[in-house]
């Protein structure tokens, strides 16, 4: 799919050395650019997901405090 995106004149010019650099298209650079942003995103997320009960009592301990306080 194609979109339209402002970027400055200066990003541009990086970009065109490094895709010459590479030998890709300025277009597959950006492509592994929004890739990375992507993944990096998901992996923060489920990390946070799992860090939730981090230092909290485990789930058995859990249940044996709650029904220790009724």
């Known amino acids: 799919m194609r979109i339209r995106v402002d970027i400055p004149r200066s990003h541009l010019d990086a970009l065109d050395r490094l895709a010459?650099?590479?030998?890709v298209s300025r277009a597959a650079l950006i492509r592994e650019a929004v890739d990375e942003l992507l993944s990096k995103e998901r992996?923060?997320?489920v990390r946070d997901a799992f860090g939730l009960w981090n230092?909290?009592?485990n789930g058995l301990a859990?249940?044996?405090?709650?029904?220790?306080?009724?």
């Open 20 to 23: 010459s650099e590479r030998k």
């Open 43 to 45: 992996t923060e997320t």
């Open 55 to 57: 230092g909290e009592l």
């Open 62 to 70: 859990f249940q044996r405090k709650l029904r220790h306080e009724w």
